[in-house]
């Protein structure tokens, strides 16, 4: 077991992994839907999806929309990527939801079962189960245009055409593998398994470096450039005219040699605030004892 946590919200009867970033989605009786990992405590994600207990969780196979049903006799699609409602939709008490391949929603209503299209969720197609059987799970079937239906007399299953993926990719899913490719495939995903803390929310960030936090010294060349853009802009400030006898030669001259040192100075003033940071970091070190000195944290320095 990698982890057991409490979610303090009482019993769930509604759990689905997203298939995109293995984060484990849980509905709850207070109309919320929590994610998450298995190395925290705390949840990545909680949203208020429904007024009542949610009945039923699916996720479409890209991983960016989530199907969530509740006793209000809602269907909501969300968008993972904002977090947002994108259509809302009448459905009745639906105790199943299930994503095909080609993302087309199935859902099951007593002993009713409705499959809207991928395009706009609009009506594709209805089944009614014969004799009132009532439906406890629908599920499509990979790779086949073929819908499970589990009732309470057992199971069936209907054709729903362009359901499934008519292309596969024989090195990530092959139905029709043999046994000896079997082996070499568990082989090959137990070699390749991430570790569990490697689950988040965006698995595009694994293998990215992280952007550092300190923000580089500039170099003594910049400071000079620096510093003599300031210089040669102080020089070309224009100054106001002013009345006769008020704008002196003199006067003009001094005005601009002041605008210089303020340039110069602010500079001066920057290099000294660093050396006084210094200065007083070692003197904190030397009070202490040079016993207790390899202990003095860099924090509270």
Not at 175 to 192: C, G, I
Request: proline share 5%.
């Amino acid at each position: 077991m990698i982890g057991n946590y409490r979610s303090g919200l009482g019993r769930s009867d509604v759990l689905q992994l997203n298939p995109y970033n293995n984060v484990l989605a849980s509905g709850h009786s207070g109309g919320t839907v929590r994610m998450w990992k298995p190395t925290s405590q705390a949840q990545l994600v909680e949203m208020l999806c429904h007024r009542g207990p949610v009945t039923a969780i699916a996720f479409h196979p890209n991983g960016h929309l989530m199907a969530t049903a509740g006793t209000d006799k809602k269907l909501k699609i969300w968008d993972l990527r904002k977090y947002d409602v994108v259509q809302t939709l009448p459905a009745g008490l639906a105790k199943s939801i299930d994503f095909s391949q080609k993302g087309m929603l199935a859902t099951s209503t007593g002993s009713f079962v409705q499959v809207l299209d991928s395009q706009d969720y609009s009506r594709y197609m209805i089944h009614t189960m014969a004799k009132g059987y009532q439906i406890n799970k629908v599920l499509f079937r990979p790779y086949e245009d073929v819908l499970g239906i589990g009732h309470s007399s057992g199971l069936s299953s209907i054709l729903i055409p362009g359901s499934g993926e008519p292309n596969f990719d024989s090195w990530v899913a092959n139905p029709y593998e043999t046994v000896k490719q079997r082996r070499e495939t568990e082989v090959r995903v137990l070699l390749d398994k991430l570790p569990p803390e490697s689950i988040m929310l965006d698995p595009t960030q694994i293998g990215n470096l992280r952007n550092s936090r300190k923000k580089e010294k500039p170099a003594k060349e910049e400071i000079e450039a620096e510093k003599e853009a300031a210089v040669a802009a102080a020089k070309n400030v224009s100054l106001k005219k002013k009345t006769k006898g008020r704008r002196k030669p003199s006067k003009v001259a001094r005005k601009k040699q002041e605008g210089i040192e303020q340039a110069k100075r602010s500079f001066v003033e920057q290099n000294e605030d660093g050396v006084m940071k210094k200065k007083k970091k070692q003197k904190r070190v030397t009070d202490t004892s040079i016993a207790l000195q390899p202990f003095v944290s860099r924090k509270a320095t």
